[in-house]
């Protein structure tokens, strides 16, 4: 069965803190890796990552995928209030054309 | 650049009852997929439509159906309302291509909200 596992599934941080998101995945045909930022309802897209090794930055946000061990990281430096919201990592699956989801981490930083 | 839109914004119905979900891609945008996010989940994917055709299907009942139109706006109809139905209902559009297509980022709307009491 296709699965997307991320881990922690909550975490609480203080501002300026760094942290570091996991995202392991099983599915087959895989296209592409991808990190949305939830804050109330829609997921609002972060990065594509297709390559591995290659790391993808925006701001205090950067990404790197291992298409070998078959995982991704999505690290956040210097953290902030703003950051607090749910980041979901997902797969594209070839063939299916779907996106499947992990759970979620819920990031909180408090001030 | 206008964004996906979905409507309503929440919804309350009861068991056994129908509803129907809208969603206008993003302009430019000809594929759009339905995702169902329960409480404290991921989304599930429930089926996505290209060129106004069904293009992939996930693990959802028959009474979960959809419709695309020649403007590649989309409806969502749940049959039958369960219960477990409430959710967030999100949809997504991208730009899509041929089988293969390396194209697949896809933009969110806001969702819609059911209840189902």
């Known amino acids: 069965e296709d699965k997307v596992v991320q881990s922690p599934l909550s975490l609480v941080v203080h501002e300026g803190d760094t942290v570091t998101l996991n995202c392991s995945y099983e599915?087959?045909?895989?296209?592409?890796l991808l990190w949305y930022k939830q804050e109330k309802k829609a997921p609002t897209f972060l990065f594509m990552l297709t390559s591995s090794g290659i790391e993808k930055k925006s701001g205090r946000l950067s990404s790197i995928l291992d298409k070998k061990e078959l995982f991704s990281i999505l690290n956040i430096t210097a953290t902030q209030t703003g950051d607090s919201a749910i980041y979901l990592c997902?797969?594209?699956?070839?063939?299916?054309?779907?996106?499947?989801f992990g759970k979620g981490t819920k990031l909180t930083v408090n001030p | 650049e206008t964004g996906v839109t979905q409507s309503p914004t929440h919804l309350i119905k009861t068991r056994g009852q129908q509803v129907t979900l809208r969603c206008s891609s993003q302009?430019?945008?000809?594929?759009v997929s339905w995702y169902q996010q329960a409480l404290g989940q991921g989304p599930q994917f429930i089926f996505q439509y290209y060129r106004e055709e069904e293009n992939g299907r996930g693990n959802f009942p028959p009474r979960f159906s959809g419709l695309q139109f020649p403007n590649y706006s989309s409806e969502l109809n749940v049959n039958a309302l369960e219960l477990d139905d409430s959710a967030l209902y999100l949809c997504?559009?991208?730009?899509?291509?041929?089988?293969?297509?390396?194209?697949?980022?896809?933009?969110f709307g806001p969702g819609t909200r059911l209840t189902v009491l």
């Open positions: 599915v087959t045909n895989f296209r592409s």
């Open positions: 997902a797969v594209y699956q070839g063939g299916s054309e779907k996106l499947v």
């Open positions: 302009s430019g945008h000809n594929t």
């Open positions: 997504a559009s991208s730009l899509g291509g041929l089988a293969g297509a390396a194209v697949n980022e896809q933009f």
